[in-house]
């Protein structure tokens, strides 16, 4: 097997998961393994090994580059994004970097899967074949030649040697990513709405002009392929790019497909994860990537929004959550089911809020729809993520506008009053009680006894409390807790039938507390009049104390 290179690391890890940041020595140079850096030991000669700073910031990372140097390591890898790139040049090592938040665990698995893979592997998605491809086309032409997406992301470059390259086509390939420009952006206006191969001019002085051609399917535009033009193209380099257009657009959709077909695979099997129905949990979770602490994140679109297309929609908001989370992650298996997208967030899940916030707010804004956003529980493995899920579900049924993101344990109380409504109202022996006696009689008689009792309980069984919430004087609020006991039964001073009385009115009649009225002196008291109330009510002495339960 041939050893693999920086380059070949980067076609099958490179992206949001690792960036490059310089290859002094270029990317043909071998990488032997990847390993973990250990402060309390001398660093052990490796050659072409790529090591992982862990415990060392990034800005501080001098040192390190140097002593890699000279045991003869290919690169350093950094967390962070502000790695001493001028030292890394001085020592020609190549510095790479990942994401603040990755784990170097998570990390060191990646690259050494990748070390260890065959190179050719990319060809599996149709990477390998543009290479390939872009070679062949080289050849014929007798230009360097490149393939790139629509968002000027290189994907495939050719390697023969002798031809002639620019400081334009060295950042591209080293950043897999055109510079940006509006030269550059001009360019590929007008490349993209031609139907043939276009010559281009040099940017500047120091670069070469170039002979470029669209790629296209159906109508859609697939990418582009560039070609240097030094002024000794073959004559018929135009008809070469034409026909090596056309071959980039069958492999680009066969890897779309095999992309896509990856994705469902994947899909389905977080599907059967979460509704557990997977006959083995712990290896679907592997499968999936997921070998430690994970939470399932659940977004929806706002069900009060008026959506057109709903269905297609919803197939938007997949795609935009998918891409945040691969963007943060590396690969990464989301699902849409029944009109809510899930995704398994990796811990450990200090950021995992601010992540899903970020979705809400690109999604909202990309859909023109609100978006809602609910986390579940934090579970150890693979095999917890059916209750995650459950738990993200039950948050998303207390969510509204004014909490459109929220983790399980924030909303902890709304979603257990919501599932102890569900199971009391199931079971006839948990639903009865003595709030049916208090509702029918507010029903017959046109008092308001359930929602002061409601919103004494809210105020911690105070009278003055109870009062401030219903509006009314704590005289009234006493009075009526009196008749409320005599006219239905029940029995305030036991604090049992309190508990299952608030949770009753609570959850299964769904009373909440009443707006609260501040004033700056209480109302005169008012004492109903009406059947079962007497017609003229004796007045209750003003020296009960107001947090005393009427007898």
């Known amino acids: 097997m041939d050893a693999c290179t920086l380059g070949d690391l980067l076609d099958v890890v490179g992206g949001p998961a690792l960036r490059l940041h310089t290859a002094p020595a270029g990317l043909g140079i071998p990488v032997t393994e990847a390993v973990l850096h250990d402060g309390r030991v001398p660093l052990a000669r490796l050659p072409g090994a790529l090591l992982l700073a862990v415990g060392v910031r990034a800005a501080d990372a001098g040192p390190l580059l140097a002593a890699a140097a000279d045991a003869g390591l290919s690169g350093v890898v950094v967390r962070g994004a502000d790695g001493p790139v001028a030292a890394a040049q001085a020592h020609g090592v190549a510095l790479l970097s990942v994401a603040e938040d990755a784990a170097w665990h998570r990390v060191h698995l990646l690259l050494a899967s990748a ?127 034409v026909q090596g257009a056309s071959t980039a657009a069958l492999l680009l959709l066969r890897a779309r497909a095999a992309r896509e077909l990856a994705r469902h695979r994947s899909g389905d099997l977080l599907r059967r994860l979460l509704d557990g129905t997977a006959a083995d949990p712990a290896t679907a979770a592997a499968r999936l990537g997921v070998d430690g602490p994970s939470r399932v994140a659940a977004f929806v679109l706002d069900s009060a929004a008026s959506v057109p297309d709903a269905e297609r929609t919803a197939l938007r908001l997949l795609d935009v959550v998918r891409l945040q989370c691969e963007a943060r992650y590396g690969r990464q298996a989301c699902v849409l089911l029944d009109g809510v997208v899930y995704a398994v967030l990796p811990g450990p899940g200090e950021r995992h809020r601010r992540l899903a916030e970020d979705i809400v707010a690109r999604a909202g804004r990309a859909l023109r729809v609100p978006v809602r956003a609910a986390l579940g529980e934090l579970v150890p493995g693979g095999d917890g993520l059916t209750d995650s899920r459950a738990d993200a579900d039950l948050v998303l049924r207390v969510l509204d506008a004014d909490l459109p993101v929220a983790a399980v344990d924030e909303v902890r109380a709304r979603v257990t009053l919501l599932r102890l409504a569900e199971v009391m109202a199931g079971r006839r022996e948990l639903s009865a009680g003595g709030w049916r006696r208090v509702l029918a009689y507010d029903a017959g008689h046109g008092t308001e006894y359930a929602r002061t009792l409601v919103c004494w309980f809210d105020a911690g069984c105070d009278m003055a409390g109870a009062a401030s919430l219903l509006g009314v004087h704590p005289n009234t609020c006493r009075y009526r807790l009196r008749q409320l006991q005599q006219h239905t039964g029940v029995n305030l001073t036991d604090p049992d039938e309190r508990l299952t009385l608030w949770l009753h009115l609570r959850t299964l009649a769904g009373l909440g507390p009443g707006p609260q009225v501040r004033q700056s002196s209480p109302p005169a008291p008012v004492y109903p009049a009406g059947p079962g109330s007497g017609s003229q009510a004796r007045r209750p002495s003003p020296a009960t104390p107001t947090g005393t339960l009427p007898t």
């Open 115 to 241: 070390v260890a893979a065959e190179p050719a592997a990319p060809a599996d998605t149709g990477l390998g074949d543009l290479f390939a491809l872009a070679d062949a086309i080289a050849t014929a032409t007798g230009g360097a030649t490149t393939v790139e997406d629509p968002r000027q992301r290189v994907l495939a470059y050719s390697t023969v040697p002798g031809q002639p390259v620019d400081e334009d086509r060295r950042q591209g390939i080293l950043g897999r990513q055109v510079p940006a420009g509006a030269q550059n952006t001009e360019q590929y206006r007008r490349l993209f709405s031609a139907g043939r191969p276009l010559r281009l001019p040099a940017l500047s002085d120091a670069d070469l002009p170039r002979l470029a051609m669209p790629v296209r399917a159906g109508g859609e535009t697939l990418g582009s392929v560039w070609v240097v033009d030094d002024g000794s193209l073959a004559p018929d380099a135009e008809d070469t790019l």
